[in-house]
């Protein structure tokens, strides 16, 4: 849903010390929490944007048009005692080819951002972010099998084994195709992760633009999240059903406009009451506010939804990076003087920070 355009830098697409001294303690269960993917209850933390820019520039070029993490922007949000980085990237870059073999100097950058995060004993999310499609073709379609996507999974389980440092996305807001479509698609992708051996935590994001606010309202084929994600099922019980929701107006992530709190908490009071009638459990993906006083009422009530649910297995804030500094939402700190941005405040509450 997040869609903010960044121009000259790249673009997203439309519509869209001592840190053995840091314990982190549950924004859910308010329990002491332990570092890495899959002991960790919660997972919280900060998506770390920059290698999805420029999707119109494919390769493109590195650090010119789009770029990976500071490994120094991830210590400091683990000192804010955030333990989870998603990290976005695009499906043509990490592999030009369907069905062909990844991308050596891709694949490093990914590597070395998730062996970084195995250095500070977090987690990384691995999130294909590509809205359903490849080089503008979508899943499903004769261009694009749903194979093609259990090809390009299975060469990143075989390139990151380790389930304890990393997590995978399956697909960031899969707009471009139905959500019965996605639906079964995820279905497709997940078993085949399990038949190849996968131990990984998996992240399935609902359909369309996983909106929150729009669970329960059918799309073109008539069919809604609610709908085709109640029956949703792993063999090895280790996933979480992905929502996002943005506070502006149109719950885009492009405005600095917000919506009452009181239709965010009944958003998040309406996501959990699913979670527990389907037995499924929960992960917030992307959320994000700009700064006035009613957008940061409603980044509150977002983080209050989740507090004390067991619904909840964690978040992560849309968005952090260095190529960040006009976005309103993001909470990458100042430049000048390090200072965090306000939003994070209402996020340290959310994550309690035990030292």
């Keep these: 849903m997040m869609r903010y355009l960044f121009s000259g830098i790249g673009r997203r697409l439309l519509r869209r010390a001592g840190f053995a001294a840091v314990a982190l303690a549950g924004l859910l269960c308010g329990q002491l929490a332990v570092a890495g993917c899959l002991d960790t209850k919660p997972l919280v933390g900060v998506n770390l ?36 980085f998603r990290l976005p990237f695009l499906w043509e870059r990490i592999q030009p080819q369907l069905f062909g073999a990844l991308d050596a100097a891709e694949l490093k950058r990914i590597s070395d951002t998730v062996a970084a995060a195995r250095s500070m004993n977090v987690c990384v999310i691995l999130d294909v972010h590509n809205f359903g499609q490849y080089r503008g073709q979508p899943i499903g379609s004769p261009a694009v099998s749903r194979a093609a996507l259990s090809d390009l999974w299975a060469r990143l389980l075989t390139a990151f084994p380790d389930p304890a440092n990393t997590a995978f996305g399956l697909m960031n807001e899969p707009s471009q195709m139905s959500v019965a479509d996605w639906a079964a698609t995820a279905q497709q992708t997940l078993d085949a992760l399990r038949k ?42 280790n996933y979480l059903i992905e929502a996002h929701q943005y506070a502006d107006g149109n719950y885009s992530g492009t405005g600095s406009d917000c919506v009452d709190p009181a239709r965010l908490s009944t958003v998040m009071n309406d996501m959990t009451q699913w979670a527990h009638t389907t037995k499924q459990r929960l992960f917030l993906g992307e959320f994000g506010v700009a700064v006035n006083d009613q957008c940061l009422r409603d980044l509150t009530a977002i983080v209050n939804g989740m507090k004390g649910e067991p619904a909840w297995g964690g978040w992560t804030y849309w968005a952090a990076g260095k190529w960040l500094a006009a976005y309103p939402l993001s909470i990458q700190p100042e430049q000048s003087t390090g200072a965090d941005k306000p939003q994070m405040a209402i996020l340290k509450n959310g994550i309690g920070v035990v030292r």
């Design 49 to 84: 944007s920059g290698a999805e820019f420029a999707p119109d520039k494919l390769p493109g070029t590195v650090f010119k048009d789009y770029t990976y993490p500071d490994p120094a922007d991830m210590r400091h949000f683990q000192a804010q005692g955030m333990n989870t």
């Design 196 to 237: 190849n051996g996968a131990k990984q935590l998996i992240l399935v994001p609902g359909g369309g633009w996983s909106g929150a606010h729009s669970w329960h309202v059918k799309d073109r084929s008539g069919v809604s999240n609610a709908d085709a994600f109640q029956a949703f099922h792993d063999p090895a019980n």
